[in-house]
Every structure is written in structure tokens, then in C-alpha cells.
């Protein structure tokens, strides 16, 4: 009896590390099972929605095909044909102009907002005053500044007319004007969004570094540009690629407000995609377009990505 009490004295302790690994795997496994519920309406969403458009729009693209009839296989033609087309040389142009408008001017005046409420009070309610036009619907706000821009009797072109006593430009169709309107639509709108990123981005930065520059009497601008500036970095960069995809997709503001016009001046990518697609019914022509897009967003994101390390900081 004494040598089987000891033997289980023995072997008692020499189980339990067996049965602490069983139960450790059974949880893990019970986990990874859990995860994989939790995770499988994203993974059918993305499947549905993502990734199998994406596939099928790389094959219509090598198809013709009118949107009815059968497809036909053609293979690189519609990007061929897609090059060789002058409106799409002509889009190219103008949502490029129209990138250099809007970005570097959305991003720094969100950027300065930011930093102006960030050392007010009532945050809050700032920060809904100036995200409210980012979550209005796109085509009542052009509707609303197709009022404003109007060249006879819109707003903008009275105050000029009251307090500077000059005639404004007939925005919406001069082709000089045309861009730069639909820019500083797109500005306002996006203001509020990125104005909420950089100051997401100015509470993470630590009081520590302030203090320490004003004790070696570093001034307010000072500050901002060798602290706030660099630490705001990650944000920045992050605010930049979405704001140039965003800049790339334009199409709601020119498509509701010019149709593209006056002579072309406001005739974008997308809408050149929407025209192929559903006036001249080349819907194989217009995938490629979307297709060669999808390329140039993916190279300048990647292109920003390589160069980000030369200018991003991180804290750590």
C-alpha cells in the first residue's frame, strides 16, 4: 500500500504539466474556431463584394462587349484603343490638375484647423461644425454650390461684386474656372474628415516635448514646425494617400454641376469610365479604363510608401 501511495505521489505531479498542455491546446483550438465565426462574414463580404468584382472586371476588360450581346475576347485591344483615345488623354490631364488643387490645400488648411482647436475649448462642438460637410450627400452639396457659383445672381459673385466692387468669373462655365470650383467644392467637403484625423493625430503627441521647448524658449512656430510637424507625420501621410485616391475617383461634383463641361475642362477618369460605359456602350473599353486606374492609384500608393521612410517619423 505504502509503495502504490507513493508511486501515485509520483506520477500525480508528472501528469498535471500533460494535462495543462491538453487544455491549453483545447482552448487555442477553441479560440481559433471562435475567430474564424467572428471573421467569416468579412471574409464572405470580401469575397463577394472585393475580391470576385475585381477578378471579373481584369476579364471583361479583354472582352467586347456592348452590355447585351455576347462577350467577345479581344485581349489587350480595349487598353490599346483606351490610350489612343483623346478624351481619355484629355481626363488624365484634368483629374490630375485637379489633384495638385485639392490636395495639398485640403491637407494643410485640415492640418492648421486642427492645430486651432486643439487649443480651444468646446472641441466638440467645432468638430461637428466642421465634419458636418463630409457627411452630407455629395450630389446636394453640388447642387447647393451650383447656386453659389452661379455666374448672374449666386452668392459668391455678389459679395465680390458688394465688397470689392469686381465682377466675378463666370465659374461653372469658363474653362479657366471650371477646375478650381470643382476644387474648392471638394476641399470644403473633405475639410472635416481630415480636420478629425490631424487632431486624433495631435492628442497622441506628448505634452513632454512642448514643455521641454519652451523652457529652451522655442517659439509657437517654432514648436509646430520642428514638434507638431514631424510627430503629425504618420497622420499626414496616411491623410495623403486617401485624399489622393479620393482625388482619382472624383466624378458626383463634374458629373452634377458641368456634365463634364464647358468644352471638357471638368472631364475626369471616372467620368470617362461612366461615358464609355453607359452612353457609348463599350463596357469592355471602359473596364480597361478602370482597370489602367486601378494601376495608377496602386503605383502612387506604392510609390508614397517607398518614399514615406525619407520623411514619416515615428515617435518610437
Known amino acids: 500500500m505504502q509503495n502504490q501511495t507513493a508511486d501515485r505521489s509520483v506520477s500525480a505531479p508528472a501528469l498535471q504539466p500533460d494535462n495543462k498542455r491538453k487544455t491549453a491546446l483545447t482552448n487555442k483550438t477553441s ?15 470580401l469575397l463577394l463584394f472585393s475580391l470576385i468584382p475585381l477578378i471579373s472586371a481584369f476579364v471583361l476588360s479583354m472582352m467586347k462587349w456592348d452590355g447585351m450581346g455576347e462577350k467577345q475576347f479581344v485581349g489587350l485591344d480595349n487598353f490599346i484603343n483606351t490610350f ?22 485640403g491637407i494643410i488648411l485640415a492640418m492648421l484647423i486642427a492645430v486651432g482647436l486643439n487649443r480651444v475649448k468646446g472641441k466638440l462642438i467645432y468638430r461637428l461644425i466642421y465634419f458636418m460637410p463630409n457627411i452630407t450627400m455629395s450630389v446636394a452639396v453640388a447642387v447647393v454650390f451650383m447656386w453659389l457659383f452661379n455666374a448672374d445672381f449666386g452668392l459668391i ?60 524658449g522655442a517659439s509657437k512656430w517654432q514648436q509646430f ?11 499626414t501621410f496616411f ?59 496602386l503605383a502612387l500608393t506604392l510609390f508614397q510608401m517607398k518614399i514615406s521612410k525619407r520623411w514619416v517619423h515615428y515617435e518610437d
Request: negative net charge.
Open 31 to 45: 479560440d481559433g474556431i471562435w475567430g474564424y465565426v467572428f471573421i467569416f462574414p468579412q471574409l464572405v463580404g
Open 84 to 105: 489612343k483615345d483623346e478624351d481619355f488623354r484629355i481626363a488624365v490631364v484634368n483629374t490630375l490638375y485637379y489633384t495638385v488643387l485639392t490636395v495639398p490645400t
Open 157 to 216: 459673385n455678389l459679395y465680390l461684386k458688394e465688397w470689392f466692387g469686381i465682377d466675378g468669373p463666370r465659374w461653372l462655365t469658363d474653362t479657366r474656372f471650371v477646375m478650381p470650383s470643382i476644387a474648392m467644392l471638394s476641399v470644403w467637403m473633405g475639410l472635416g474628415g481630415n480636420m478629425v484625423l490631424f487632431l486624433a493625430g495631435l492628442q497622441g503627441i506628448s505634452a513632454s516635448y512642448y514643455e521641454a521647448a519652451q523652457i529652451d
Open 225 to 235: 514646425v520642428n514638434i507638431t510637424v514631424p510627430l503629425l507625420s504618420p497622420t
Open 239 to 297: 491623410v495623403t494617400i486617401m485624399t489622393i485616391i479620393g482625388s482619382f475617383q472624383v466624378f458626383d461634383q463634374s458629373f452634377v454641376m458641368t456634365s463634364g463641361g464647358p468644352a471638357k475642362a471638368s472631364y475626369t477618369i471616372v467620368f470617362h469610365i461612366y461615358d464609355s460605359a453607359f452612353v457609348d456602350f463599350t463596357f469592355g473599353k471602359s473596364t480597361a479604363t478602370a482597370v489602367i486606374l486601378f494601376i495608377m492609384i
